[in-house]
């Protein structure tokens, strides 16, 4: 089992900025690839960045390329998605979740199917 703790969403007007922390324990944190998926009101959830278990390699929506940066901190079992030039459709539960990924692999998941954990959620609202 893995645990996934979301923190650092909230109010932010437009044209700002947020960082969003998942905080993962339970199982050993570079064995899992990451993800970040969102959901905005009366919608389906979304992709929005995976990560490699080393955070070599990156893969992000075009909604959030150039804005959204995501890294993780293996040392301390969290990764971390950046969010510039927020938008008012960037308005979402965001979520973190893990997939199980062997050891050493550049894989990234950008589908929901492929992470077995799955945090909480955090509201980020973004005023126009």
């Known amino acids: 089992q893995v645990q996934l703790v979301e923190s650092g969403g909230g109010l932010v007007q437009a044209g700002g900025s947020l960082r969003l922390s998942c905080a993962a324990s339970?199982?050993?944190?570079?064995?899992?690839?990451m993800g970040w998926f969102r959901q905005p009101p009366g919608k389906e959830r979304e992709f929005v960045a995976a990560?490699?278990?080393?955070?070599?390699?990156?893969y992000y929506a075009d909604s959030v390329k150039g804005r959204f940066t995501l890294s993780r901190d293996n040392a301390k079992n969290t990764v971390y998605l950046q969010m510039n030039s927020l938008k008012p459709e960037d308005q979402a539960v965001y979520y973190c979740?893990?997939?199980?990924?062997?050891?050493?692999?550049?894989?990234?998941?950008?589908?929901?199917?492929?992470?077995?954990?799955w945090g909480q959620g955090t509201q980020v609202t973004v005023s126009s």
């Open positions: 979740a893990a997939a199980p990924t062997p050891p050493f692999s550049s894989s990234y998941y950008p589908r929901s199917k492929d992470y077995d954990y």
């Open positions: 339970g199982r050993t944190f570079r064995n899992y690839a």
């Open positions: 990560i490699s278990v080393s955070g070599g390699s990156s």
